[in-house]
C-alpha cells in the first residue's frame, strides 16, 4: 500500500517485501535500480528464435508508443496521469523487477502520487530500452549464421533481409561520439527530463538518432533542423518528430526520427527542459548531463 506523502515514510509493497520512501528522489533512486534486464528473462530470450525475438521486439515497440503518449500528456498536464495508468490493463507491465505490483499499488492511490507515478513509467520505459538493446543485440547474432543465404539464381535476398532487421536498426550516432567542434556527447536518459539554460547567441547541437539538429538562443529559442530550416519555439511545450500535428515536423523519410522523439518545454528567458521519448535517442553534449546529474 501507498500511504500519505511527506505526513509520513511512503510505503510500497512489492511481494514480501515492504519498501520506505522519505522523498521522491528516494523513489528514483529505487526504481533505477529497476532498469536492468534479470538474468533469468535473458536466459529466456537467447532460447527464442529469431521470429520470437521480431515479435517481442514489435510487441515492446507497441507498448513504448502507448507510453509515449501517456508521458507527452503529462508533461503538458500532469493530473492526467493518474487516469491514464489506471485505464491501463497492469498485466501490460512485466513482472520482472515487481514491477506490474508496483504500478498496481501506485493506483490505488490518489492524485498527490502523480510525481512517483511519472517517475515509475519513465524508469519502466528504461527498463523496456534495457529489454529492447538485448533483444537487437540476440537477433543480429543468430543472424548471422543466415545472413548469406542466397535465393535460386544465387542472389543474396537483401530485401527480405532489410525487411527483417528494420525494427532493430542501428544509428550511426552512438554514445561518447565527438563532433568536432563541440565535443563529447551522450544519449539523453529516456523519459527524464534535462534542463538548461542558454546565453544570448548561443547554439547547442542536438542529435535527433544520427541527425544533427541545433536549438538557438537568439532574442527567442528556435529549433534549426537537419535541413537548416529554423522553427520558433514558443513558450510552453514543443514537440520535435515525423508526427504531422508537432511543432517541428521532421521529414518523414527519416524512419529513425520518432513521431514524437523530443519534446522542449519552452520556460521563458532562454531557459527549457527537455525530455526525449524517442527509440533511437536524442543526444546532447555531455556537460548537460554532467549538470543533470550533479
Not at 190 to 209: A, F, Y
Not at 247 to 273: C, F, K, P
Request: aromatic share 6%; with cysteine; glycine share 6%.
Amino acid at each position: 500500500m501507498l500511504d500519505k506523502l511527506f505526513a509520513k515514510p511512503m510505503e510500497l509493497t512489492v511481494g514480501e517485501q515492504t519498501i520506505s520512501f522519505l522523498s521522491i528522489a528516494d523513489f528514483e533512486f529505487c526504481m533505477s535500480g529497476r532498469t536492468s534486464v534479470p538474468t533469468s528473462k535473458i536466459t529466456d530470450l537467447v532460447k527464442c528464435s529469431t521470429k520470437q525475438l521480431q515479435k517481442e521486439a514489435h510487441t515492446i515497440k507497441d507498448i513504448e508508443k502507448r507510453f509515449v503518449a501517456i508521458l507527452s500528456r503529462s508533461i503538458e498536464n500532469p493530473p492526467s496521469i493518474s487516469r491514464s495508468l489506471k485505464e491501463l490493463d497492469t498485466s501490460i507491465f512485466s513482472q520482472d523487477h515487481g514491477w506490474r505490483t508496483i504500478v498496481g499499488a501506485l493506483n490505488e492511490g490518489g492524485d498527490e502520487l502523480n510525481p512517483f507515478r511519472r517517475v515509475a513509467l519513465v524508469k519502466y520505459m528504461q527498463y523496456l530500452s534495457s529489454r529492447q538493446d538485448i533483444i537487437k543485440y540476440l537477433y543480429s547474432e543468430k543472424k548471422k549464421p543466415t545472413a548469406d543465404k542466397q535465393d535460386s539464381n544465387g542472389d543474396t535476398k537483401e530485401g527480405d533481409q532489410f525487411k527483417d532487421t528494420l525494427i532493430f536498426e542501428n544509428t550511426l550516432f552512438e554514445p561518447g561520439s565527438n563532433d568536432p567542434k563541440n565535443g563529447e556527447f551522450e544519449r539523453m536518459p529516456k523519459g527524464e527530463t534535462i534542463t538548461t539554460i542558454l546565453k544570448s547567441g548561443e547554439r547547442i547541437i542536438v542529435m535527433l538518432s544520427k541527425h544533427k539538429c541545433e536549438i538557438e538562443a537568439n532574442g527567442q529559442l528556435f529549433f534549426i533542423d537537419q535541413a537548416g530550416r529554423k522553427h520558433v519555439l514558443d513558450k510552453g511545450q514543443n514537440t520535435v518528430g515525423r508526427d504531422s500535428s508537432g511543432t517541428v515536423i521532421i521529414d518523414s523519410g527519416l524512419r529513425d526520427v520518432s513521431r514524437m522523439h523530443l519534446v522542449i518545454e519552452n520556460l521563458g528567458n532562454n531557459s527549457m527542459q527537455l525530455t526525449d521519448l524517442s527509440a533511437h535517442g536524442t543526444y546532447i553534449p555531455s556537460v548537460l548531463l554532467e549538470d543533470h546529474t550533479n
